[in-house]
């Protein structure tokens, strides 16, 4: 699958690859099978409910893939190639066994892997070899690749917005060269962002970095008004819903499919419409 497949009116990504970051925000332990039949309930609404607006939906080998059926023929697929239990950004990503780019070849997808990064760690330079290697195998299968960067604090350090804005120019320059569209923090006000955007020579997108929607919602229009091409949200999309509980703490599945049938599907919608607004000027 390539880029340009998902960018004809802008690119908005409906992440669900965060299965178990996303079982506990509603109380699902995914070691019981009623908890995963439960869960897996949820991913087909999302899939039902929200691509037929999205233009690509990001899922994991393990919990969502499965329910690949679901998704609306209008929205695209990309695949998470690492392991989401116990990543440390101080470490390399850790794969997936039994999972390869040319699994999402034939599956029709586009590659997608998170990078925590900082240019001045330890590991900076094996990161580098491991995406510039990863970059290279979907070039050969004849796919994309979407680099999901997350600049990060080194231990002991708070980074302030200048420094922050300055370490994620310098990440990008290194690693922009290996992927085929990047996915970046908002750079945090409108003269980063444009600066950002002239320091790449792929298309970037924002994600939501768990940030509460309605300022998700404004980093989206401040960014495709000055150069990114759309965006990728998870978790910000439906926050509420972990709050959703019935008297013994277990999920209000019925105030859940409420939340998501118009919350949920409204701000789906909304953020879409501020993308295409954003491209039409």
């Known amino acids: 699958m390539k ?10 990504l409906l ?35 929200y691509t037929e607006y999205t233009t690509g939906v990001v899922l994991d080998p393990t919990y969502s893939l499965p329910f690949l059926s679901y998704k609306h023929n209008n929205s695209g697929l990309l695949i998470r190639l690492e392991r989401e239990q116990d990543q440390d950004p ?4 850790r794969f997936l066994p039994q999972w390869s780019i040319e699994d999402v070849r034939n599956n029709y997808g586009l590659a997608k ?13 094996e990161k580098k070899k491991l995406v510039a ?18 600049i990060y604090n080194p231990p002991g350090k708070e980074m302030d917005m200048v420094e922050f804005q300055e370490t994620q120019l310098e990440a990008i320059a290194e690693l922009q060269k290996f992927a085929s569209i990047i996915s970046l923090q908002y750079p ?22 768990g940030v509460e929607y309605d300022k998700f919602k404004e980093f989206v229009r401040v960014s495709t008004e000055n150069g990114a091409q759309g965006f990728m949200i998870d978790q910000t999309l439906w926050d509420e819903i972990g709050k959703m509980r019935l008297e013994d703490q277990s999920p209000d599945f019925e105030k859940i499919e409420q939340f998501l049938k118009t919350t949920g ?8 419409r501020i993308v295409k607004e954003s491209r039409a000027e």
């Not at 669900?16 to 309930?41: C, H, M, Q, R, W």
């Not at 990078?115 to 590991?123: I, N, T, V």
């Not at 980063?192 to 970037?204: C, V, Y």
């Open 3 to 12: 880029v340009s497949a998902l960018q004809k009116n802008g690119i908005g």
């Open 15 to 49: 992440a669900l690859d965060n299965a178990y970051s996303f079982a506990e925000k509603i109380g699902l332990t995914l070691d019981e099978p009623t908890n995963v039949e439960n869960f897996n309930a949820l991913l087909i609404r999302f899939l039902i409910l």
């Open 188 to 209: 945090q006000d409108p003269l980063a962002t444009a600066t950002l955007t002239s320091s790449l020579d792929i298309p970037w997108i924002v994600h939501s970095d």
């Open 113 to 125: 892997m998170e990078l925590f990064y900082h240019p001045a760690e330890d590991m900076a330079v």
């Open 90 to 93: 101080l470490s390399l990503p």
């Open 265 to 272: 599907k409204d701000r789906v919608v909304e953020l879409m």
């Open 133 to 150: 290697d990863l970059f290279d195998f979907c070039q050969y299968e004849g796919i994309d690749f979407l680099l999901k960067l997350v």
